[in-house]
């Protein structure tokens, strides 16, 4: 793969036969490797009466295999000096260890038997449940996340995955035992739903044959990739509530709506624009006015969340609840403002600069790397994207931009979630 402004990345694919998808990314200027594997078993793979069961899964793999306990495996990662991390989203559960390049063998083994082989202890799944119960608590006391909460309940239908945190509810995490959660991973946990990526200081040879040593053996699983997604018709009429949380000193804001997959043409000019709504110069229009100039919030930014299926444009904003209807006026006012007018010139040509120069620092790192191949094979961007990003990003005109935002931030759709004191 050719390099952007001076980072290389030049990841080699090879597929299993068994359905596996190994990418590997060599960099031998750092002696670490970051091993992943990518599993498309998150919460979109939910039925509707089962919200949670995902993530009981997913952050139960580590709690022991059939070939190593949760203990021993605490002592072995902190003896390799590595870290541990599992992960779990809407579409992909990630498993990823850190660790200097001569433990890469051993680091494979252990995602191996984690993504395989987990056992769902009784004993660990009790604790896991009542510190998951502690988590809902802390959550349901947190404003941010009540307005999060709230705004998903409001702009997705029930049914959508995207309409829950992927955390899950009360009700699924009281009652779920561990054959649920066997069933589930037999269910999901295979060969042709993961990608496994080794990004470091790892020849491919040795990262292609330990794969097929340690993964070659693994018996796919017999279902079709199937991802969340949501038909146009279904975008929410426009909607303001406000959920009374005693108590609280802060009010915080969500407003957006269900916007574009990852896949769709649009994409990247609306990213385009929301990088310069709430992302460029650290927080966007939103942070410079709202935050900045006005004072009227803490912070204020925005994020479009793409995926495989129909994801969001979502604006943040955490504010003084004495400014709650001025902090308001303003984000709407900024939207609008960039609605009728677009980005200036100058806006303009600094994204660019500024989109083109985060991707390479974000090659920086072993961890950066691997999550910009993650987004390049989920996404069947083709080995060539980096190549290619750089054109696109400079063939936005400020015309697609504004029609582009136009087409997809809505007004009347717009469902505004807050959560925070109750008036008065």
């Known amino acids: 793969m050719a390099t952007v402004a001076g980072s290389a990345l030049r990841p080699e694919r090879f597929p299993f036969k068994n359905g596996l998808v190994l990418l590997h990314n060599r960099a031998a200027s750092n002696p670490s490797v970051v091993v992943r594997a990518l599993v498309r078993a998150g919460a979109s793979r939910e039925t509707p009466g089962d919200h949670g069961v995902a993530g009981l899964t997913g952050r139960m793999l580590r709690q022991g295999t059939e070939h190593i306990g949760k203990v021993e495996l605490a002592e072995e990662l902190d003896g390799m000096g590595a870290g541990l991390s599992v992960d779990v989203g809407y579409g992909l559960v990630a498993v990823s260890i850190k660790c200097l390049s001569g433990d890469f063998r051993r680091a494979l083994e252990i995602i191996s038997e984690l993504v395989r082989r987990p056992t769902f202890p009784a004993d660990e799944l009790e604790r896991l449940r009542g510190q998951v119960l502690t988590d809902l608590t802390e959550m349901e006391d ?22 829950r945190l992927t955390v899950g509810n009360r009700e699924t995490i009281q009652r779920v035992d561990r054959d649920e959660l066997n069933a589930f991973h037999e269910a999901w946990y295979g060969p042709n739903q993961t990608t496994l990526m080794v990004v470091g200081d790892v020849e491919f040879d040795a990262a292609a044959e330990a794969t ?12 079709e990739r199937v991802e969340a997604s949501m038909p146009a018709s279904d975008l929410p009429p426009r909607e ?3 959920i009374a949380m005693a108590g609280k000193t802060q009010a915080d804001v969500a407003i957006g709506l269900p916007t574009l997959d990852r896949s769709a043409p649009d994409y990247y000019a609306l990213s385009f624009a929301n990088h310069i709504l709430g992302r460029m110069y650290f927080m966007g229009r939103f942070g410079e006015k709202v935050r900045d100039e006005q004072g009227l919030a ?12 129909r994801g969001a444009w979502l604006m943040r904003a955490g504010v003084n609840p004495r400014n709650l209807d001025k902090a308001l006026d ?8 960039f609605l009728d007018d677009g980005p200036t010139e100058d806006e303009q040509a600094d994204g660019v600069r500024s989109l083109l120069g985060s991707l390479p620092r974000q090659l920086e790192t072993n961890e950066g790397a691997a999550a910009v191949m993650a987004e ?3 996404y069947d ?7 290619r990003y750089p054109s696109i990003v400079r063939s936005l005109t400020r015309d697609q931009v504004i029609n582009t935002a136009r087409a997809w931030l809505l007004p009347e759709h717009l469902v505004t979630a807050i959560a925070g004191p109750p008036r008065g």
């Open 298 to 309: 803490y912070y204020a930014t925005s994020e479009l969340h793409s995926s495989y299926g």
């Open 381 to 387: 961007l083709g080995l060539d994207f980096l190549e």
């Open 142 to 163: 947190n404003t941010r996340v009540v307005a999060e909460r709230t705004w998903r309940e409001l702009a997705y239908p029930s049914t959508h995955p995207f309409s």
């Open 240 to 242: 303001h509530r406000e």
């Open 376 to 378: 390049i094979e989920l």
């Open 330 to 337: 303003s984000i709407n006012f900024e939207l609008r403002r």
């Open 212 to 223: 097929d040593h340690l993964f070659g053996d693994w018996p796919g699983v017999r279902i």
